[in-house]
C-alpha cells in the first residue's frame, strides 16, 4: 500500500508521482488533498491532490522540492513505499452550475488548477485557462493543461516561450474583449492570488482562490493556516481550502508567510548534511 507506480520530474525543481492508493482514489475530488509521510521519523505535510484515477486506483501529487521533506520524497524511486498517506481531506471544490469559467494557474499552482480546470471541463463547461511561469523551462502540465480546457494561454515572466506577460494581464486582456465568466478560480502564489482578486472585483466577478499554500499540519490542530476571511478567523485546512478571495485579508497572510522561513531552511540544511554523510559512508 502507498507505493510509488510512477515518478517523473517535470523541471529541475518539480516531481511527479503516482501512488497507489485506491482508498482515497475512489474518493478524491478537486480541491482536495492528502497528508503524506515519506518515512516513520519523517515529516507529515500536506499536499494537494493532482489528479487521480478510481479505475487504476492511484492518486497523483506533484511537489517542488523545497525542505527536508520534499528533498527525502524526491530521492525516492518507483516501487518504494511512502509510510503513510491519507486522505482525502479539505472541502472538495464547488464546480456544479459552472458555464463558463477562467481557472488561473501560478507555478506549482498549475498542478491544483488542473484538477479543477479538469473536472469542470468535463462536466461540460467552457473553460479558460491561463497557466503563468517565470520562464519557458519551468513550465509544468501543458499537455495535460491543453486537454483540460477550451482554450489554453501559457504566460512567461520573461518571455521565453513567446508570451510575455502576468496571468493579470492575460485576464484583463480577456475582459477587455468583452469575455464574461460566471467565475474566476485562481491557484498559486498569495500575490499572485491578490493581484487577480484585485482585478476581478474591479469587474464584479465571482473568485475562489486556494489557500493551500498556506497549510503547514493538514488537521487545524496547529493554527498555521488560519486566516481572515469576511472579518472571521478561519483554518484553510478544515473550513476550505477553498475561499471567496474578495473576502481573504491577503495583506495578513503574505505579512505572517514568512515565519517559518528560518526553521525550514535549517531543516533543509540538516536534510543536506544527513545525506553528504551517508554518500560518505559516515
Not at 485579508?249 to 536534510?271: C, M, P, W
Amino acid at each position: 500500500m502507498n507505493k510509488i507506480i510512477e515518478k517523473r520530474v517535470l523541471n529541475e525543481n518539480v516531481v511527479l508521482m503516482k501512488i497507489y492508493a485506491p482508498r482515497i482514489a475512489k474518493k478524491a475530488e478537486p480541491g482536495q488533498f492528502v497528508i503524506v509521510m515519506p518515512s516513520e521519523k519523517g515529516e507529515r505535510i500536506p499536499l494537494t491532490i493532482a489528479d487521480y484515477d478510481r479505475e487504476a486506483g492511484s492518486v497523483t501529487i506533484i511537489f517542488q522540492v523545497v525542505g527536508a521533506t520534499t528533498m527525502e520524497m524526491s530521492d525516492m524511486n518507483e516501487g518504494d513505499e511512502l509510510f503513510a498517506f491519507t486522505g482525502p481531506l479539505g472541502t472538495p471544490s464547488h464546480t456544479e452550475g459552472v458555464k463558463k469559467v477562467a481557472v488561473i494557474g501560478g507555478g506549482l499552482g498549475c498542478a491544483i488548477a488542473y484538477p479543477q480546470a479538469k473536472k469542470l471541463h468535463s462536466l461540460g463547461a467552457q473553460v479558460d485557462m491561463i497557466a503563468g511561469f517565470r520562464n519557458k523551462d519551468i513550465i509544468i502540465l501543458e499537455e495535460e493543461m491543453k486537454a483540460a480546457s477550451t482554450r489554453l494561454f501559457v504566460m512567461t515572466d520573461d518571455g521565453s516561450n513567446g508570451n510575455r506577460g502576468f496571468v493579470t494581464n492575460k485576464l484583463e486582456e480577456l475582459f477587455e474583449a468583452g469575455e464574461k465568466y460566471d467565475e474566476v478560480i485562481a491557484i498559486g502564489p498569495l500575490m499572485m492570488m491578490k493581484f487577480v482578486c484585485k482585478l476581478t472585483e474591479k469587474y464584479g466577478i465571482k473568485t475562489i482562490v486556494s489557500m493551500n499554500p498556506i497549510m503547514i499540519d493538514g488537521t487545524g490542530m496547529c493554527g498555521g493556516c488560519r486566516l481572515t476571511v469576511g472579518g472571521k478567523t478561519k483554518f484553510a485546512c478544515v473550513d476550505g481550502p477553498d475561499f471567496d478571495g474578495h473576502l481573504v485579508d491577503f495583506d495578513e497572510i503574505i505579512l505572517r508567510s514568512g515565519t517559518y522561513r528560518e526553521t525550514e531552511a535549517k531543516a533543509r540544511e540538516a536534510h543536506c548534511n544527513l545525506m553528504k554523510m551517508k554518500v560518505k559512508g559516515e
